[in-house]
């Protein structure tokens, strides 16, 4: 089973940065898609963002041009660099191998207005 180790979220300002960091254990990590995820309090998870094995991105419309996940594959790890945060972004982010059913316990993003 896969554990995944989300880090790196913090309050912040708005228009402030964060990176997020996701760890994965084992071996399989550079074979699978690496997918974000954030849910906000009230409401359903949604997607964020892709990073496909190949290194292809792909991001939802509400933080396209804001975020950007990047990975590497030597340590397991993937990114989630924000910038530009709004008070929207505020959630709980996730990762998530696309071939594993394992979440981690998240990580608190909050933005201040």
């Known amino acids: 089973q896969v554990q995944l180790l989300e880090s790196g979220g913090g309050l912040v300002q708005a228009g402030g940065s964060l990176r997020l960091s996701c760890v994965a254990s084992g071996s399989i990590f550079r074979l699978n898609d690496i997918n974000w995820y954030r849910q906000a309090p009230g409401k359903q998870r949604e997607f964020v963002a892709v990073?496909?094995?190949?290194?292809?991105?792909k991001y939802s419309d509400s933080v396209k041009g804001r975020f950007a996940i990047t990975r590497d594959n030597a340590k397991n790890t993937a990114y989630l660099q924000m910038n530009s945060l709004k008070p929207e972004d505020t959630a709980v982010y996730y990762c998530?191998?696309?071939?594993?059913?394992?979440w981690g316990q998240g990580t608190q993003v909050t933005v201040s207005s």
């Open positions: 998530k191998l696309s071939a594993s059913s394992s």
């Open positions: 990073i496909t094995s190949a290194g292809s991105t």
